[in-house]
């Protein structure tokens, strides 16, 4: 596997970077953040272009703390020519607490992204929308504080 590149130590948020050559087979994306103290959500997106139009999304990874009196959901979906997809917001667990560093993987194969949250398998999101080229931007917004944001 390649060395990892696009390697950013604490960007400012929201983050918008390119992966060159955009998703594919076995490519990861690693993300290391500390959610902000009485943060509400933040969204790690795999869109297909950057905002204010992001084209196609094939990942939303909405992780809702305590937003609008939902706590303590992670929500995952796509986005296809303006029309959500369903969301799946089963979890076994919920890794994320304010002021509480994580360290999360995704890693695309070719049917789904396998997400990983402190060296623990946490859920998988199968593959909607086109092919994982079709994703080559990582978007990272929200009440979070980044240490990390790269690819390999």
């Known amino acids: 596997m390649s060395a990892c590149r696009s390697l950013m130590f604490q960007p400012s948020v929201p983050v918008v ?8 087979n076995d490519r990861m ?3 290391c953040g500390t959610p902000r103290y009485g943060a509400q959500r933040f969204t790690i997106n795999l869109q297909e272009r950057d905002d204010p139009n992001p084209g196609d999304i094939g990942l939303h990874f909405d992780v809702r703390i305590n937003a609008g009196g939902v706590r303590d959901v992670v929500v995952r979906n796509n986005c296809e020519g303006g029309s959500w ?10 890794p994320f607490r304010s002021n509480e560093k994580f360290y ?8 789904k992204y396998i997400i990983s949250v402190n060296n623990q398998p946490f859920v998988h999101f199968r593959l909607r929308g086109g092919p994982l080229h079709k994703y080559s931007v990582i978007n990272v917004k929200g009440d979070i504080d980044l240490t990390e944001v790269s690819y390999q």
């Open 17 to 24: 970077t390119t992966i060159n050559g955009g998703f594919s």
């Open 29 to 31: 994306v690693y993300i």
């Open 85 to 94: 997809g369903i969301e799946e917001r089963d979890t076994p667990y919920f």
């Open 104 to 111: 999360l993987i995704i890693h695309a194969t070719w049917d």
